[in-house]
């Protein structure tokens, strides 16, 4: 091969190389595509019901269409036990069709009733986007209390005669 040919050769390598190395894309991580596909959670809380019940009840904002389930995780706790790690014993799902039925709307609530009683629960609930490939929509863990129950008999005085 002569020299002319050599640096021909040697400038289309480079050139390759140039267009190969400059052609990945911006750096960063993926977002997703259609924004008017996800929704978020709004004014999420729990009631600790009397029988023993818990009650999840809050709002969703955005595409409802695309809500596939509920889950509730839960973990009975001490109270001496706040700070510690949340690992979620138990799990409670939900379907969007056994929470909303035929109709949906921003409003939500289901009950469940935990495997394990404790006075005290740390729970986080978790929505799922039916669109592969999509955010869930995830509460922080939070804490709810057993009601306080008042069990002092109160005895009625009847006014003397």
Partial sequence: MNRLNMKRYSFLIALCLLVFCTACGKKGDPLPQKVNQLFSLQNVFIIYNPEGTLSVQGTIVGAIQNVQAFTLELEAVDEDCIGCPFVPVEKHSETAQAVWGDRRHSQFSFSILPHAKSNVYRWRLVVYNAVSGLTN????????????????DFVEVKQGS
């Fill in 137 to 152: 929509a995830v509460t922080p863990v939070y804490k709810v209390n057993k009601p306080f129950e008042e069990t002092r």
